[in-house]
């Protein structure tokens, strides 16, 4: 079986702070693993994803996340955040067929 | 904007009662994927349809139905609501059965009462 699970379900940042969202996950084959954002009111769009190769990803918005597979991670960070990145985040899996199994998800506060 | 659409964008009903969601993939998609999203089970996979078969299935109650249709939209079926069933219904599509990524349409928001 495979699952996604993200550490803590809301984090604050200051404007231009670190933002670190983190997800770690299970699976018995090589997994796809994606993040999406998911702004109020609106459907989820992806942000990143890591398939093979380079495990550094660089996404859209100043995000990048690393797959680490010791560690059975892939976390999200963003060097500076921004008003605009308040949102919910999750992070999610695709292995054994063609379903995504999503985290429980992040909701990001950021504070002027 | 994903390119998928979906319709309606609230729905508001009674227990009991039957309703039906629509979804049109992006153009030249053949594959769709229902999800629910709601605040105690979080977003889970229903099931996938690839050119007009079911592909795949995961936590779909019997009272649910999909079908996708010879133009490649699709359409879920909820019956004998309850109140649990109340949630945000999520399309995506992807343009073949093992895709990398799926894109996500809007949603329908359900209110069950």
């Known amino acids: 079986a495979q699952s996604v699970t993200q550490l803590g379900s809301h984090v604050s940042v200051s404007e231009g702070a670190l933002v670190l969202l983190r997800c770690n996950y299970s699976s018995s084959v090589p997994p796809y693993l994606f993040w999406y954002v998911q702004y109020p009111n609106q459907g989820l769009q992806l942000l990143l994803k890591?398939?093979?190769?380079?495990?550094l990803v660089k996404g859209i918005n100043g995000f990048e996340a690393e797959f680490k597979k010791s560690e059975t991670s892939f976390h999200l960070t963003k060097p500076s955040a921004h008003m605009s990145d308040a949102a919910e985040y999750f992070c999610a899996l695709k292995a054994a067929g063609n379903k995504l199994t999503f985290g429980g998800g992040t909701r990001v506060l950021v504070k002027p | 904007d994903s390119g998928v659409t979906q319709t309606p964008k609230h729905l508001i009903t009674a227990t009991g009662q039957r309703v039906t969601l629509r979804c049109s993939p992006r153009?030249?998609?053949?594959?769709v994927y229902w999800y629910q999203q709601s605040l105690d089970q979080g977003l889970q996979f229903l099931i996938q349809?690839?050119?007009?078969?079911?592909?795949a299935k995961g936590n779909i109650l019997e009272r649910f139905s999909a079908q996708q249709f010879p133009d490649l939209h699709s359409e879920l079926n909820l019956s004998s609501l309850e109140l649990g069933d109340s949630a945000l219904y999520f399309c995506?599509?992807?343009?073949?059965?093992?895709?990398?990524?799926?894109?996500f349409g809007p949603g329908t928001r359900l209110t069950v009462t």
């Open positions: 890591y398939t093979t190769g380079a495990t």
């Open positions: 995506a599509s992807s343009p073949f059965m093992d895709s990398y990524e799926q894109y």
């Open positions: 349809y690839y050119n007009g078969e079911e592909r």
């Open positions: 153009s030249g998609d053949l594959s």
